[in-house]
């Protein structure tokens, strides 16, 4: 059974980096056609779309935050990450990572989520 | 970007009920319309994808119904296990997003 696990820092200084873990179990990242993506949600807000890898290694990016984000993938561990510059208040969220079973398909499995809070 | 506007924002209904949230979609997503479930404390759940089909393992008194840029998510016996805040979201196009939520409630 694919599970995923974030895990990162639970606070982070504004202005610095932001770098996030997703941990995939149950199933290879590698393997297609698989479609990996991190999603976050502000405390009471609604969901926001962050960034998608392929199987094959392209990337897509929200373009409200492309200029701050790298989404990349480890596939010897298993893993795909986020990385979020420059983060300000407006980036306090639980950071969900998610999987799509490809073209067609919507986020049918996802981590438990990790809260990270913008603070100095 | 395609904008996803869901109603109402907040329902509240009895337990037997027949609930409809519906959302709409500021240009035609060719039906690659999804509906989760988000408990709180919890990540969504999926429900429903391409706007109709039920995902393995969800109540058949969920089910999802629309085309173009219009989608209803209705439950037909409303039960208590069913409180929860529901999301719309488009995959047709990038960048994908969510509808606001439907925050639904027993009376």
């Known amino acids: 059974q694919l599970q995923l696990q974030e895990s990162g820092p639970g606070l982070v200084k504004p202005s610095e980096t932001l770098s996030l873990t997703c941990t995939v179990s149950?199933?290879?990242?590698?393997?297609?056609?698989?479609?990996w993506a991190w999603i976050r949600q502000s405390p009471g807000k609604g969901l926001e779309w962050i960034a998608t890898?392929?199987?094959?290694?392209?990337?897509f990016y929200n373009p409200s935050l492309k200029s701050r984000v790298i989404i990349s993938a480890d596939t010897s561990k298993n893993q795909f990450f986020l990385i979020l510059t420059s983060v300000t208040a407006a980036d306090t969220a639980v950071y969900y990572c998610a999987r799509r079973l490809g073209y067609g398909f919507a986020f049918s499995v996802w981590g438990q989520g990790t809260m990270v809070t913008v603070s100095s | 970007d395609t904008q996803m506007t869901q109603s109402p924002s907040t329902l509240s209904a009895s337990v037997g009920d027949r609930v409809t949230i519906t959302c709409r979609a500021s240009q035609n997503i060719n039906g690659w319309l999804a509906w989760y479930q988000q408990k709180p404390g919890n990540a969504p759940k999926l429900l429903i994808y391409?706007?109709?089909t039920l995902e393995s393992g969800v109540p058949s008194r969920f089910s999802g119904s629309g085309f173009g840029t219009e989608f209803t998510l209705t439950i037909s016996n409303l039960q208590p296990d069913d409180v929860a805040t529901f999301y719309c979201?488009?995959?047709?196009?990038?960048?994908?997003?969510f509808g606001g939520g439907t925050k639904v409630e027993i009376k």
């Open positions: 149950g199933g290879s990242i590698s393997s297609g056609p698989d479609w």
């Open positions: 391409k706007a109709s």
């Open positions: 890898i392929y199987y094959t290694g392209n990337t």
């Open positions: 979201q488009q995959y047709d196009n990038y960048p994908l997003t």
